[in-house]
Nanobody, 122 residues
Framework: QVQVVESGGGLVQPGGSLRLSCAASGRILSINAMGWYRQGPGIQRELVAA???????SYADSVKGRFTIYRDNARNTVYLQMDSLKVEDTAVYYC????????????????WGQGTQVTVSS
């Protein structure tokens, strides 16, 4: 199965910046979309940003103008550059892979990473 690993979380002050990385591994031929979700205590996981294979991007209203998502398709990697961080951005951030074509298999697969903690605090 496709494996997804996030990194880059940590503790930052309000107004600071952080870059999250997500790498998908396996015998992957292509991925339709990669994105970032976040989840706080007792709160349903919500979409933060997503990137399609052709360069399209989408963002939650709460992060527009502050976060940037971009992909390195050759390395099956997606990044989330987070600037002007706010306390309310504190959450576990999860990387999501949608529509991964895997060599030797039919169809496409979806996968989740294990999550990385982002804490914004003064």
């Amino acid at each position: 199965q496709v494996q997804v690993v996030e990194s880059g979380g940590g503790l930052v002050q309000p107004g600071g910046s952080l870059r999250l990385s997500c790498a998908a591994s396996g015998r992957i031929l292509s991925i339709n979309a990669m994105g970032w979700y976040r989840q706080g205590p007792g709160i349903q996981r919500e979409l933060v940003a997503a990137a399609g294979s052709g360069g399209s991007t989408s963002y939650a209203d709460s992060v527009k103008g502050r976060f940037t998502i971009y992909r390195d398709n050759a390395r099956n990697t997606v990044y989330l550059q987070m600037d002007s961080l706010k306390v309310e951005d504190t959450a576990v951030y999860y990387c999501n892979v949608q529509g991964a074509a895997v060599a030797g298999t039919f169809g496409r697969q979806n996968a989740w990473g294990q999550g990385t903690q982002v804490t914004v605090s003064s």
